[in-house]
């Protein structure tokens, strides 16, 4: 391909020679000019010029040198130009990158030996300096076509390099990014639980195989829950969840929730769903959300069916329960009965105290079961709540070895529930005492901050680890120190002490170190008279 454009030009050289001086074709010069460019053509075809060094073949540009001196020794006169062929192997040798100095330099003198033979030769010995300085200028002219070829040749060879480079990059990024996808792709549709993302206009962008099951259940053909008529329900799995509400919505308002209770479907096939969803952002601008759909239908079904079962058997209890402590107040009020040994007496007041125990416990796990809450509010003498919850503790403390003390306003009234609150009071006195087991001491504090009721226990008991406090009021929680201690309770008091105190619009906290005690903190709002 290089030597090509000289093998052209030299054609057109020949057809022009043969309309100006057809003689040349006779002349030695021009005879072997002619010969020696078919054998250097046939050699840049037969040679396999790759396997030798770059500069191998540079032999090929320098006897064309020869095949432009021979043309021009002969034609100079007939034929104008001819000098100018030797372009092609200056440019041939630039533009090869191999060494760029030695080829500006055989440019140079070579040309100028093509130009200055015809000199020697007719001078027979040394021309004159008018003449040898006369073509000057051309060996000049291909010196600068070399330097302009060889800086371009090294740009575009640079050019060339940096593409590559960035060519190998992108490769290696897609090839990454392929992979990612694949993995991506796979965990999808591996994991079991349903994906779904969607940008900030609520177009759906991503979501396996999982979630369109769900969405078919959901009666969403179109993989979108903007349908007014999805069946999407709530918690009574009933009651339509309005469109502002579904998930997909709330996560197109840019929020983040999590355990968002759902039902889809209806009849035999309704599955429960649990949606958490998580906002995307790029440079702090929203684009999207991505939303998980657990199946939680055998969760649900399970925590419905412990509630059933404990409502009922409840039930079931409360009813000989009230009939046995009934009697037993009969027979201890009886007075033809007073007589009885004392032990007797004593083994029916510990009967007594027992079932009276286990029908609280009945009622505890009625109101746990139910989650209402009825309260009968009426302005109430706090302080005399606060004294009545540690006289009925006297006796268990005193039996556990746990001293009691009181830091309460003497005088102190607000607009609550009564027997409500003493619950809440027996609760958490229970508890102190009981988790207090090597004795120690409980301080009951009441008093009023602002607009509020503050009721506070505490106790220097064997406290609770970072772990335990999390799930403190957890339906049936029990810490494994109270289980190792074999403390008795059903891990119901907190939860329902809890539920009270939110129902009268307050709130229940704690503080607690292990082995070191626990503080629970009730606030209530006073309220007024109603």
């Known amino acids: 391909m290089s030597q090509l454009p000289l093998v052209l030009a030299v054609a057109v050289a020949l057809l022009i020679s043969a309309v100006v001086a057809p003689e040349l074709y006779g002349s030695p010069g021009f005879r ?73 330099l055989l440019s140079y003198f070579c040309t100028t030996a093509v130009l200055w033979a015809p000199l020697f030769i007719q001078a027979g010995g040394f ?17 600068g076509i070399c330097i302009v070829a060889s800086s371009m040749e090294a740009d575009t060879t640079a050019h060339q390099k940096r593409l590559a480079a960035i060519e190998s990059e992108l490769q290696t990024s897609l090839h990454e990014i392929s992979r990612r996808s694949q993995l991506l792709d796979a965990v999808l549709e591996t994991v079991d639980v349903g994906v779904t993302a969607v940008d900030a206009a609520g177009r759906t962008i991503l979501m396996n195989s999982r979630q369109r099951t769900n969405h078919a259940l959901a009666g969403l053909l179109h993989a979108s829950d903007t349908d007014g008529d999805a069946l999407i329900f709530g918690l009574d799995q009933l009651t339509p969840v309005p469109l502002d509400q579904r998930p997909s919505q709330r996560a197109m308002r840019n929020e983040s929730f999590s355990d968002v209770v759902i039902w889809v479907g209806t009849g035999e096939r309704q599955r429960a769903l649990a949606v958490c969803a998580r906002p995307m952002r790029e440079n702090g601008q929203f684009t999207g959300s991505v939303l998980a759909y657990s199946d939680v239908t055998e969760m649900v079904n399970a925590l419905n069916a412990r509630e059933d079962f404990v409502s009922s058997v409840s039930h079931e209890l409360r009813t000989p329960l009230t009939s046995i402590i009934g009697y037993l107040d009969l027979v201890l009020d009886d007075e033809e009965l007073a007589g009885l040994p004392p032990r007797l007496q004593s083994a029916l007041q510990v009967a007594q105290r027992n079932a009276e125990r286990l029908l609280l416990l009945v009622a505890d796990l009625l109101t746990t079961a139910s989650g209402t809450m009825d309260l009968h509010r009426t302005e109430t003498d706090v302080a005399e ?37 003493s619950q809440v009071l027996d609760n958490l006195l229970s508890n102190a005492i009981k988790y207090s087991p090597d004795g120690g001491k409980v301080t ?28 403190v009021f957890t339906k049936f929680f029990r810490t494994g120190q109270v289980k190792k201690a074999a403390i008795p309770g059903v891990g119901l008091g907190l939860v329902i002490s809890k539920s009270i105190v939110e129902a009268h619009g307050g709130r229940i906290s704690f503080t607690s170190r292990l082995r070191i005690g626990s503080t629970f903190r009730v606030e209530v709002p006073r309220g007024s008279a109603p």
């Open 32 to 104: 072997f000019a002619v010969v020696l460019l078919a054998v250097l053509t046939v050699a840049c075809v037969a040679i396999p010029w790759e396997r030798y060094s770059p500069l191998a073949y540079w032999s090929i540009p320098v006897l064309d040198f020869a095949v432009v001196g021979g043309l021009y020794f002969d034609g100079r006169n007939s034929v104008i130009g001819l000098s100018f062929l030797a372009t092609f192997p200056v440019f041939w040798m630039a533009w090869s990158g191999a060494a760029p100095r030695r080829a500006c």
């Open 127 to 143: 021309p004159g300096i008018d003449s040898l300085a006369a073509p000057l200028l051309i060996p000049f002219v291909m010196l």
């Open 385 to 421: 709540l606060v004294r009545a919850a540690l006289d009925s503790a006297g006796n268990r403390a005193a039996a556990g070895g746990v001293a009691l003390d009181c830091d309460c306003d003497l005088e102190l009234r607000a607009v609550i529930d009564p027997a409500r609150i």
């Open 444 to 471: 009951v504090r009441s008093r009023q901050e602002a607009e509020n009721l503050i009721l506070e226990v505490e106790d220097t008991g064997i406290g609770m680890s970072e772990a335990d406090q999390r799930d």
